[in-house]
């Protein structure tokens, strides 16, 4: 295929890397620590998570590999991820995974954006109960 290529200017950049803190309130406060599943190659990963939060000077939770349901849970639980970008297919693919984490898992979200995309209504219902996160699109 076609190899891909990132291109963006220099306005771009700066507009990209301040849109963290905008999907993510308050970012970032005192033991928040980003995380997505997004590959840092593609513009999501890179733009919407590691260079803002990089530009914020905050860590960000990097894992290399397929992401399952089970292994976001397993890696927000263990790392203490407060900060999360996740897509609602991603999301509702774990909650099918574990409909009731927080009975196994200590999941302390803080924030957590969908990339842009809207959460159906009973998405975001269990986000709420069951991880106690608002999703902002």
């Not at 700066?14 to 005192?30: F, K, M, R, V």
Request: net charge negative; with cysteine; charged share 15%.
């Amino acid at each position: 295929g076609t190899p891909s290529a990132l291109a963006f200017s220099h306005a771009d950049l700066i507009e990209q890397t301040e849109s963290l803190p905008a999907a993510h309130p308050g970012y970032p406060q005192a033991g928040d620590l980003f995380w997505s599943p997004a590959a840092w190659s593609a513009r999501a990963g890179l733009l919407e998570g590691l260079l803002p939060a990089w530009r914020q000077g905050q860590p960000v939770v990097a894992y290399d590999g397929d992401v399952s349901a089970e292994a976001a849970f397993a890696l927000i639980d263990k790392y203490d991820v407060r900060n999360a970008r996740l897509t609602p297919q991603e999301l509702e693919a774990m909650m099918s995974a574990m409909p009731r984490p927080n009975e196994s898992l200590d999941c302390r979200l803080r924030t957590l954006s969908t990339g842009g995309m809207a959460a159906a209504p009973a998405l975001a219902e269990w986000l709420q109960a069951q991880l106690g996160v608002a999703a902002t699109a």
